[in-house]
Nanobody
Framework: QVQLVESGGGLVQPGGSLRLSCGVS????????VGWYRQAPGKQRELVAT???????NYTDSVKGRFTISRDNAKNTVSLQMNSLKPEDTAVYYC?????WGQGTQVTVSS
């Protein structure tokens, strides 16, 4: 059974940085497109970024130039480096692999 375990959330001031990491159990990781979604209070879950097995990336417009998604196929991990954080980035962030979600990690951007 594939499991996703996120880490790295927390409280940060506007303009600060955080790095989220997700460990994926199971051999499907290296073949799969993986990514991060987020859900703010009262809003629908939205795509943040994805990365294919070959390393091609896709970002939602609001995070382009600030967030970077990466993966390590040897370690079965996917990470999200978040820089220049804004209060509107506050949300629960979920690691994703097709049809499977992590438990989520809270990111709060506030002074």
């Amino acid at each position: 059974q594939v499991q996703l375990v996120e880490s790295g959330g927390g409280l940060v001031q506007p303009g600060g940085s955080l790095r989220l990491s997700c460990g994926v159990s199971g051999s499907i990781f290296r073949l799969a497109r993986v990514g991060w979604y987020r859900q703010a209070p009262g809003k629908q879950r939205e795509l943040v970024a994805t990365i294919t097995s070959g390393g091609s990336t896709n970002y939602t417009d609001s995070v382009k130039g600030r967030f970077t998604i990466s993966r390590d196929n040897a370690k079965n991990t996917v990470s999200l480096q978040m820089n220049s954080l804004k209060p509107e980035d506050t949300a629960v962030y979920y690691c994703w692999i097709p049809n499977i979600w992590g438990q989520g990690t809270q990111v709060t951007v506030s002074s």
